[in-house]
């Protein structure tokens, strides 16, 4: 899931003070999980931002909504009448969350309430991890399904690099080496020989790596295709 955090009061309290009115907008698939942007998150930064406009002397409507998911058009049927009620829409959502509802209500303003931090997992409760960039070419299979892009400080994919040291790493005594990682993974799926692969085959290819990314189904290409071949 896509991992955010909540930015600082301070910070969502300056991009709105100078508003009227606010919609502020959840969205409840990975921000909700992450407790970072779901109806219960909402709610909180509703009450502090009420009682925050009361404190400053500020009449400001604040409206409360949480749609299933702001990337993704459908979702947005259920409140872009409400939106048009308010000078604002502030997303609770990822930063793709925060365009597509820019999109989706334009010419609304839409402003961001989260920092989108990484591609990750629920680690324990309360505490998430990264575990994927989306590079596009995933090499987990050659690597004990340990991703070198993410967990390797400089994301070697031909590692140990000489700062590694009793299993940690050198970016931080914390952090496990991802290499080490990766060796003993192996070792117990008794796949070392791994390692003994060509180079080549464990060169990655960044070529996917360009942006923005774009990627439609097959299934649903084919038709568009035929369409434009038949014209
Ligand atoms: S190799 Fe690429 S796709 Fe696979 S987990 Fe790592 S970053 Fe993600
Ligand atoms: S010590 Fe290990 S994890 Fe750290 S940068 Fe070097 S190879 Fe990567």
Redesign the pocket.
Known sequence: MIVAERKAFDQIWNSVKDLKSVLILGCGTCVAVCQAGGEKEVGLLASELRIKSRIEGKEMKIGEATIERQCDKEFFDSIRDRAKGYEAVLSMACGAGVQYSAEMLEPILCLPALNTRFIGVTEQEGSWAERCRACGNCVLADYGGIC?MT??????VN???????NG????GEE???????IYNRLKKQNRLDTFLKPVANRVKDYSKQTHPGRYTNEAYLKPEMEVKSAK
């Not at 940690?168 to 970016?171: D, I, P, T």
């Not at 952090?175 to 990682?181: G, H, M, R, T």
């Open positions: 070198p967990i390797c400080a400089k994301s070697l590692g140990p690099c000489g700062g590694s040291k940690k790493c050198e970016a952090k496990d080496c991802a290499w080490v990682l």
